[in-house]
């Protein structure tokens, strides 16, 4: 079983910049939630995507938008990067049973840093 | 508003003791919780989850959990520390979506 797979690792943008950053589920999954972390905090919910729509969207501007493809994948675009955008991207892939407390696994990260 | 706090953003022990780390939480409804741990550049990995069955919650690497609703916690303990349990947690809530609301965390600090 293959699990969640991040790309890239690292990425440096400067500030005003476009970024895509892509996250591949686990097989079985069907809902792909991304995070943000900055340094020294813990995660913050951006958005999060099941069967190819956006299902709940945490506190962040329009800038930040995504994708889910058929096969699950996903994919997070940031416009007009910022300074304050730099921070750790996590990508969690979870199976929607209709009920909630499911487990959501966890990719390694993509670090984003904007200068 | 649903929220959690984890008292403690670092915690020492030395190897062989107790761990403590302490998580409380906010909210109107029955939560599910979660610990995750974070190694140094890596994502985040489950140690346990309560889903409103058994109130004291066994997780991996010898982690548990009890769930106290009269004290709005869920502490996360380990009788014996090990040098490899160093690393940052963290304490989550989930209702009604798969929506995670994370601490702000605890980094564990273990000295032989």
């Known amino acids: 079983e293959t699990g969640v797979t991040q790309s890239p690792t690292h990425l440096i943008k400067t500030r005003g910049q476009q970024v895509t950053l892509r996250c591949s589920s686990q097989?079985?999954?069907?809902?792909v939630s991304w995070y943000q972390q900055a340094l020294g905090q813990g995660p913050q919910f951006i958005f999060q995507?099941?069967?190819?729509?956006?299902?709940g969207r945490g506190n962040f501007p329009p800038r930040f938008s995504g994708l889910q493809f058929p096969n699950y994948s996903s994919e997070l675009n940031v416009n007009a990067l910022e300074l304050d955008d730099s921070a750790l991207y996590l990508c969690?892939?979870?199976?929607?049973?209709?009920?909630?407390?499911?487990?959501?696994?966890f990719g390694p990260g993509t670090r984003l840093t904007v200068l | 508003a649903q929220s959690v706090t984890q008292l403690g953003s670092h915690v020492s022990v030395s190897e062989g003791a107790l761990v403590l780390l302490r998580c409380n939480y906010s909210?109107?409804?029955?939560?599910?919780l979660f610990w995750y741990v974070q190694y140094p550049n890596q994502g985040l990995q489950l140690l346990l989850k309560?889903?409103?069955?058994?109130?004291l919650v066994k997780g991996i690497n010898g982690f548990e959990a009890e769930f106290k609703k009269s004290e709005t916690s869920f502490h996360l303990t380990k009788p014996s520390a090990h040098m490899s349990d160093a690393a940052e947690y963290f304490c989550?809530?989930?209702?009604?979506?798969?929506?995670?609301?994370f601490g702000t965390g605890t980094r564990l600090q273990v000295f032989p």
């Open positions: 969690a892939s979870s199976s929607r049973t209709g009920t909630s407390g499911n487990e959501q696994f």
């Open positions: 995507y099941y069967r190819e729509e956006e299902n």
């Open positions: 909210s109107s409804v029955p939560p599910y």
């Open positions: 309560y889903t409103s069955a058994a109130t």
């Open positions: 097989s079985g999954h069907n809902t």
């Open positions: 989550a809530v989930n209702i009604y979506t798969d929506k995670l609301i």
